[in-house]
């Protein structure tokens, strides 16, 4: 991956997945520029003519952008996260599609929660079906927005990524259920219906009020490693026959309890409580999260990046958390 030609765009850099992408990007020889929010970046969402400098001539282009989800989904926060990838990703399209010298390549992120609620059978980039709901609305509304139109000389990609294993809200969060003793398996159940998970965007899908289901703690967890999530990427930039969604997850999902005993193994915790929807409600509420992280069963399968030959660096979910938590302690030791 040598010469020093090359440019690569990066657009929501400054998340934990983005600062990584970034150094290894500039270590393979690209020229990064950024797009965000923040003082460091190199051009600020809203600037269009800038936006398009960066992306003309540019190889390959990257967005990561999108509001934590890692949060309680009050009204401002429902349509946060979804302007905050829908509008970044309409940005994108409108400069690449005025490109003179457009990317060659265009990775997006995207989200696995994209398909159904399912216990019975997983869902791959080839077999599976997309649910409803916000969450499932949001991805759609996403990806909707990256694949439309004829962009003839980008090749495109929809990174559905599973829950990402790393130094990242979503970890640290798992991560303290367990030592607050709640590290069980987790049951759905009766709860007060709301509203919060309801449809968004122009077409709202699935009820206006809050669904359970009696999922007995079997609801699968569909997750991967940050390593992996780095190694997927250029993994997809390598081989040009991958276009479309793919699907980032680690090739074996667990259950909810073999989940919960993995966690409670990574903090040294020998016992969790069993923990009813009525338990862990509270809980999440005061760690400011939505109960769906642990109660939707999310299944989805690395079908296209195993049928092209990527070899998942963490596969099982033991060793992945016994690595993060001593990374995370490292991290902690050093500041």
């Keep these: 991956m040598g010469g020093n030609a090359r440019r690569a765009v990066v657009a929501g850099a400054s998340g934990f997945i983005g600062q990584r992408l970034v150094a290894e990007l500039r270590s393979a020889g690209y020229d990064v520029s950024t ?84 216990i019975h059978k997983p869902n791959t980039e080839s077999t599976g079906i997309l649910g409803e709901g916000f969450s499932v609305d949001v991805a759609r509304n996403w990806e909707e927005e990256f694949f439309t139109g004829e962009l003839p000389s980008t090749r495109r990609v929809a990174l559905r990524m599973a829950i990402v294993l790393g130094d990242g809200p979503a970890t640290r969060k798992l991560l303290a259920i367990a030592r607050l003793g709640l590290g069980g398996t987790q049951y759905d159940g009766w709860w007060p219906s709301h509203r919060r998970y309801r449809g968004i965007g122009p077409h709202p899908s699935g009820p206006v009020r809050s669904v359970w289901y009696r999922t007995a703690g079997q609801q699968r967890f569909s997750w991967i490693h940050v390593d992996d999530v780095l190694g997927a990427i250029w993994h997809v930039i390598q081989h040009e026959e991958i276009s479309g969604a793919v699907n980032l997850a680690a090739p074996n999902p667990v259950v909810n309890h073999e989940l919960m005993a993995s966690l409670r193994q990574a903090v040294g915790r020998k016992i969790g409580l069993p923990v009813h929807r009525w338990m862990l409600e509270p809980a999440m509420f005061l760690l400011r999260v939505e109960p769906e992280m642990l109660l939707k069963s999310r299944w989805a399968l690395p079908e296209v990046l195993q049928a092209t030959g990527y070899q998942f660096k963490w596969p099982q979910l033991e060793a992945a958390l016994a690595d993060i938590v001593g990374s995370l302690g490292k991290i902690s030791a050093s500041h």
């Design 35 to 118: 797009i965000g929010r923040g003082p460091h970046s190199s051009v600020s969402w809203g600037d269009a003519q800038g936006i398009s400098r960066l992306i003309d001539g540019a190889q390959l282009l990257i967005n990561l952008s999108g509001k934590n989800v890692g949060c309680r989904y009050t009204e401002a926060a429902r349509e946060q996260i979804l302007a905050s990838r829908v509008d970044t990703t309409r940005a994108l399209h409108s400069a690449v599609a005025q490109a003179a010298l457009p990317p060659q390549m265009w990775l997006n992120a995207s989200t696995a929660t994209i398909y159904e609620h399912s």
